[in-house]
């Protein structure tokens, strides 16, 4: 079992940052790569980023490319998402979640075993 537990979303205005953070425990030697995903009041969850524990490679979604960044420290099993220049459209509970199987990039649900309960962030025009 690998448990995540995400924290830094919270109220931001329209070009503001946030930080998200995932922190991993319990069996985390078994995750290849860890992403954050989002879903917005009424729409499906969709895949916003994804690193690799390893080599850190990394892989976005479109519409966060050049605005949000993926990280790792590997000594505190730790993920992050750096968010700047947030947009209303943005606003979302973000969700991270733990792949075991070694296949990149993985984008979709399924491919990830576990998840953390999500953090709301909300981005005022």
């Known amino acids: 079992q690998v448990q995540l537990i995400e924290s830094g979303g919270g109220l931001v205005q329209a070009g503001g940052s946030l930080r998200l953070s995932c922190a991993a425990s319990?069996?985390?030697?078994?995750?290849?790569?860890m992403g954050w995903f989002r879903q917005a009041p009424g729409k499906e969850r969709e895949f916003v980023a994804v690193i690799t524990w390893s080599i850190g490679r990394t892989y976005y979604a479109d519409s966060v490319k050049a605005r949000f960044t993926i990280s790792r420290d590997n000594a505190k099993n730790t993920v992050y998402l750096q968010m700047n220049s947030l947009i209303p459209e943005d606003t979302a509970v973000y969700y991270c979640?733990?792949?075991?199987?070694?296949?990149?990039?993985?984008?979709?649900?399924?491919?990830?075993?576990?998840w953390g309960q999500g953090t709301q962030v909300t981005v005022s025009s």
């Open positions: 979640a733990s792949a075991q199987a070694r296949a990149f990039p993985p984008l979709a649900e399924y491919q990830y075993d576990y």
């Open positions: 319990g069996r985390t030697f078994s995750s290849y790569a």
